[in-house]
């Protein structure tokens, strides 16, 4: 079955993206900007090895011009987006509903709906279908967010590197932002609820929701 969001699921919504290949998005690293519960990212491994110590340190090093512990301004960003997704899919506007993706990750996924013989027009009038078949036609939706972890230097590097050999491009991430969230969706037919990580990434000083869906493996 074509890519779509999972949505289908009794007692449970998540906008971790599916395909004709069941995958799921990798983690990274990251440290913590600020939580609503505790967010702690630990070191395992000691040694006493020099060398081990010193790749220990830089994979866990934070730039002081990239430490952002603003997490109210943070949060209202990424959940800004996901609400114009929630929008889009009620008003079956794809445009509205895919721009909280960036452009590469788009045409990644308006080629997987051509392949399956589908515009996005009609891939986000299926999502909507989807919803009010298993909610309801009243249906509501909308992201609860936890915890946002800023990811460490390495590991923004390492997400770069991974997004521009799968994606054949040269994107540079000025920042990067695991986000975790308690998705919801509710309607007088059903209701659920369940948790997922996201990525919130900065790139040409503009905010965008990402997973690593079409990352090469």
Not at 86 to 93: A, C, D, P, V
Not at 118 to 142: H, L, R
Not at 167 to 176: G, Q, S, T
């Amino acid at each position: 079955m074509k890519k779509i969001y999972k949505i289908i699921l009794t007692l449970s919504i998540c906008i971790s993206l599916y395909s004709c290949n069941d995958k799921k998005s990798s983690s990274e690293s990251s440290t913590s900007v600020k939580t609503d519960k505790p967010a702690v990212t630990e070191i395992s491994g000691e040694t006493d090895d020099s060398a081990a110590h010193a790749s220990q340190t830089l994979s866990t090093e934070m730039s002081p011009d990239r430490e952002n512990k603003d997490f109210d301004s943070l949060k209202k960003t990424a959940s800004e987006l996901f609400e114009q997704y929630y929008k889009g899919i009620k008003q079956e506007n794809a445009d509205l509903c895919f721009s909280v993706f960036p452009d590469f990750y788009i045409d990644a996924l308006t080629k997987e709906s051509e392949e399956c013989n589908q515009t996005n027009d009609e891939y986000i009038v299926d999502m909507n279908s989807n919803f009010k078949n298993t909610y309801g036609g009243d249906y509501y939706a909308y992201s609860d967010i936890t915890a946002i972890l800023q990811l460490y230097d390495k590991s923004l590097l390492d997400l770069q590197k991974s997004i521009n050999e799968s994606f054949d491009n040269d994107i540079v991430l000025e920042d990067a932002y695991s986000v975790y969230v308690t998705q919801t969706a509710r309607g007088s037919s059903n209701k659920g609820s369940q948790e997922y990580e996201y990525f919130l990434l900065k790139i040409d000083g503009k905010f965008y929701l990402y997973d690593s869906y079409y990352e090469k493996q």
